[in-house]
Each structure stands twice: as C-alpha cells, then as structure tokens.
C-alpha cells in the first residue's frame, strides 16, 4: 500500500493521534440551504459558526422527553391583540403564536372544551348523564 515503512508509519500517526478539531458536513436542499444561510446573516454569524452553535448546545445536552410548565396568555393593550406563550418550570418561555384576536381566542376556547368531551368520552366512556360506577360492581366488564 505504501511505497515505504516511514509513510505508512506517519499515516497511522496521522490517524490515531487525536485532532483538536474536525470538520463536520452535510448535504441540504437548494432552499434550505438558502434559508440558513440568510438566518445567518441576520444573527451576522458563518454557517460554520451557526452550525458549531447547535452542536455545541445539542450534543452535550441530556433529552429530555418530558417537558412541564404552562400556558400563558398575555394581553398587547399596544395592539388590542393577545399573545399565546409557554413557561416551562425551568423559567425558559417560548412565545407560541402572537398578534392573536379575542375572536381566534373564543374560538380556540370552543375547540379545546369540545376536544376534552371527546377525549373524556373515550377514555372515560361517559354519557352526558353517566358517573362513575366502581368496576367491582359489575364485575370490571363494561
């Protein structure tokens, strides 16, 4: 393979003695590509800085899969329109939807009321007119 014992010994060197850094890569569609590279303008950061960013804040990073907090609706008096945020427990908020009017909001309202009927009658098999009866009372059968 090589033509003498000192290249192929300076290859192994090469190989097996640690960088302090390597190049990382990847292949993106034409748009995103686009995308980040005008993100990075706006944050005036190189790809490669960009990229190096989310490594270094994902990689080390546990995940968790499991997130608690709550939803914050906060009122623009500016604007008269709402904003939908989230708190997490750990403090960090992150803003959902913003410039939101009261009709979206009562619409919105309707629909999460109308969401937990239906999850509650599946998973609870309930009639508006049913409670809660004991399994052993009949045996744990429906």
Request: glycine share 2%; hydrophobic share 35%.
């Given at each position: 393979?090589?033509?003498?014992?000192?290249?192929?010994?300076?290859?192994?060197?090469?190989?097996?003695?640690?960088?302090e850094y390597v190049s990382v890569?990847?292949?993106?569609?034409?748009?995103?590509?686009?995308?980040?590279?005008?993100?990075?303008?706006?944050?005036?950061?190189?790809?490669?800085?960009?990229?190096?960013?989310?490594?270094?804040?994902?990689?080390?990073?546990?995940?968790?899969?499991?997130?608690?907090?709550?939803?914050?609706?906060?009122?623009?008096?500016?604007?008269?329109?709402?904003?939908?945020?989230?708190?997490?427990d750990s403090g960090q908020e992150?803003?959902?939807?913003?410039?939101?009017?009261?009709?979206?909001?009562?619409?919105?309202?309707?629909?999460?009321?109308?969401?937990?009927?239906?999850?509650?009658?599946?998973?609870?098999n309930t009639q508006q007119d049913?409670?809660?009866?004991?399994?052993?009372?009949?045996?744990?059968?429906?």
């Open positions: 393979m090589f033509e003498n014992i000192e290249d192929e010994e300076e290859a192994i060197r090469e190989f097996t003695e640690p960088k890569s990847t292949r993106l569609p034409n748009v995103d590509a686009l995308l980040l590279s005008i993100r990075c303008k706006r944050e005036n950061k190189t790809t490669s800085e960009f990229i190096r960013d989310l490594i270094k804040k994902n990689v080390h990073a546990p995940r968790k899969r499991f997130l608690a907090g709550k939803n914050k609706i906060i009122y623009n008096r500016t604007n008269n329109s709402f904003s939908w945020a989230v708190q997490l992150s803003e959902v939807l913003s410039n939101l009017s009261d009709d979206f909001l009562k619409n919105l309202e309707i629909e999460i009321q109308e969401a937990i009927k239906e999850r509650n009658a599946w998973v609870h049913s409670v809660h009866i004991p399994e052993e009372l009949v045996g744990g059968k429906e």
